[in-house]
């Protein structure tokens, strides 16, 4: 099936540096990919749409320069969250949609941020 | 635009006893349907997805679900929870026939007591 690998799964860095976050589609083309934002006991919330060799589409109240997106390969999406503070600190989730199955929303296993 | 409701944060329930964790939606369009699971510090797996077609959805791990377009909603059931069932549950809509983002319920929480 679907696989889609999210690397790190864990990180700790410290206030004021940027981190990269990698989400991969291992065994299928991605033209579309989404990344989500998960707060403690908290549902999924969209952050954007990462778009192949487009610019993503945020989502309301969503700083486009702290959380840079590049979609530049049809496997992979990168999120970068830059200057990060301890607020910043959550899960992040990426998504991407196989258009070879039906419908199929695949997520990565997720990456715990804490800003210190 | 869509939205999910899942009335239930928490549900409890005894090992090999059944259960039901509910789920209702909101849309003016034709929707798909999801119901995803949770494990600590993990990312989601599909259970289960409607997207047309017989209204009872059989999905992995002895889950099932019901659409109910009347009633807007979609149901999951369990006729015998495991210990290994507990986990976080999310229930998610998207538009029909779109590439569209998914939006997710609030979650619930099923804990299994042994």
Same mark, same amino acid.
């Given at each position: 099936?679907?696989?889609?690998?999210?690397?790190?799964?864990?990180?700790?860095?410290?206030?004021?540096?940027?981190?990269?976050?990698?989400?991969?589609?291992?065994?299928?083309?991605?033209?579309?990919?989404?990344?989500?934002?998960?707060?403690?006991?908290?549902?999924?919330?969209?952050?954007?749409?990462?778009?192949?060799?487009?610019?993503?589409?945020?989502?309301?109240?969503? /700083?486009?320069?702290? *959380?840079? @997106?590049?979609? =530049?390969?049809?496997?992979?999406?990168?999120?970068?969250? $830059?200057?990060?503070?301890? /607020?910043?600190?959550? *899960?992040? @989730?990426?998504? =991407?949609?196989?258009?070879?199955?039906?419908?199929?929303? $695949?997520?990565?296993?997720?990456?715990?941020?804490?800003?210190? | 635009?869509?939205?999910?409701?899942?009335?239930?944060?928490?549900?409890?329930?005894?090992?090999?006893?059944?259960?039901?964790?509910?789920?209702?939606?909101?849309?003016?369009?034709?929707?798909?349907?999801?119901?995803?699971?949770?494990?600590?510090?993990?990312?989601?797996?599909?259970?289960?997805?409607?997207?047309?077609?017989?209204?009872?959805?059989?999905?992995?791990?002895?889950?099932?679900?019901?659409?109910?377009?009347?009633?807007?909603?979609?149901?999951?059931?369990?006729?015998?929870?495991?210990?290994?069932?507990?986990?976080?549950?999310?229930?998610?809509?998207?538009?029909?026939?779109?590439?569209?983002?998914?939006?997710?319920?609030?979650?619930?929480?099923?804990?299994?007591?042994?």
């Amino acid at each position: 099936g679907a696989v889609v690998s999210q690397h790190p799964s864990r990180v700790i860095c410290k206030s004021g540096t940027s981190v990269k976050i990698e989400c991969r589609s291992l065994d299928f083309q991605a033209t579309t990919m989404f990344w989500y934002r998960q707060f403690p006991k908290k549902s999924l919330m969209l952050m954007a749409t990462s778009n192949e060799g487009s610019k993503a589409t945020y989502e309301q109240g969503v /700083e486009k320069d702290k *959380f840079l @997106i590049n979609h =530049a390969s049809l496997t992979l999406s990168t999120l970068t969250v $830059t200057s990060a503070h301890p /607020e910043d600190s959550s *899960f992040y @989730i990426c998504s =991407a949609r196989d258009r070879g199955r039906d419908y199929g929303y $695949t997520f990565g296993s997720g990456t715990r941020l804490t800003v210190v | 635009a869509q939205s999910v409701t899942q009335l239930d944060s928490q549900v409890p329930v005894f090992e090999e006893a059944p259960v039901e964790l509910r789920c209702n939606y909101s849309s003016s369009v034709s929707v798909y349907l999801f119901w995803y699971v949770q494990y600590p510090n993990q990312g989601l797996q599909l259970l289960l997805k409607y997207l047309s077609g017989s209204t009872l959805v059989k999905g992995i791990n002895g889950f099932e679900a019901e659409f109910n377009k009347s009633q807007t909603s979609f149901h999951l059931r369990k006729p015998s929870v495991h210990i290994s069932d507990t986990a976080e549950y999310f229930c998610a809509v998207s538009e029909a026939g779109s590439a569209r983002q998914l939006t997710f319920g609030s979650g619930t929480q099923l804990t299994v007591l042994p």
